[in-house]
T-cell receptor
Framework: GDSVTQMEGPVTLSEEAFLTINCTYTATGYPSLFWYVQYPGEGLQLLLKATKADDKGSNKGFEATYRKETTSFHLEKGSVQVSDSAVYFCALSEDSNTGKLIFGQGTTLQVKP | DAGVTQSPTHLIKTRGQQVTLRCSPKSGHDTVSWYQQALGQGPQFIFQYYEEEERQRGNFPDRFSGHQFPNYSSELNVNALLLGDSALYLC???????????FGPGTRLTVT
């Protein structure tokens, strides 16, 4: 079945460092791909998405490119801030009718001043 | 415009008891999905309700059941609670024009 694998955390960076969080997926068709962020004590917020191969999703300085050839959707940011500290989830959806999401296990990012 | 709301925020139950969690979708959304997020894990899809019917179900036992009301709000019921049911339960409503899902803050259920 469909699945999402993320790099294990926690990831600890200094402020202004470059961020990469790896995400690979397994799917039978052509899924839409998402990154969600979960701040402490809050629900999930959609960070960015891409719906077809070679699409680049971007938001708040974060970017991810849908790579069908490598089945990947790595999250990047050029300069992280302390306020980016959160748990990041990669997810896919193959069912456009229901939008059912399949999530990775999450990667905790801690940014130190 | 209120987002997705859930109640209660926290709940402590004893093994074998039953629990009901509630969700109100974002205004204008008629589809509600429920997810279970165990500690340190990603959310897992429980089921989705649309037009008061269960439209799709994930790999969860029949102890997990739900309901959707005419105003699109929804309940998640869990019977015969097990220790392993301890988790954050997230509700999401879906914008049928953008297909984006909006998540509530969750209900933290602890089973002792």
């Amino acid at each position: 079945g469909d699945s999402v694998t993320q790099m294990e955390g926690p990831v600890t960076l200094s402020e202004e460092a470059f961020l990469t969080i790896n995400c690979t997926y397994t799917a039978t068709g052509y899924p839409s791909l998402f990154w969600y962020v979960q701040y402490p004590g809050e629900g999930l917020q959609l960070l960015l998405k891409a719906t077809k191969a070679d699409d680049k999703g971007s938001n708040k300085g974060f970017e991810a490119t849908y790579r069908k050839e490598t089945t990947s959707f790595h999250l990047e940011k050029g300069s992280v801030q302390v306020s980016d500290s959160a748990v990041y989830f990669c997810a896919l959806s193959e069912d456009s009718n229901t939008g059912k999401l399949i999530f990775g296990q999450g990667t905790t990012l801690q940014v130190k001043p | 415009d209120a987002g997705v709301t859930q109640s209660p925020t926290h709940l402590i139950k004893t093994r074998g008891q039953q629990v009901t969690l509630r969700c109100s979708p974002k205004s204008g959304h008629d589809t509600v999905s429920w997810y279970q997020q165990a500690l340190g894990q990603g959310p897992q899809f429980i089921f989705q309700y649309y037009e008061e019917e269960e439209r799709q179900r994930g790999n969860f036992p029949d102890r997990f059941s739900g309901h959707q009301f005419p105003n699109y709000s929804s309940e998640l019921n869990v019977n015969a609670l097990l220790l392993g049911d301890s988790a954050l339960y997230l509700c999401a409503s879906r914008d049928e024009s953008s297909y984006e899902q909006y998540f509530g803050p969750g209900t933290r259920l602890t089973v002792t």
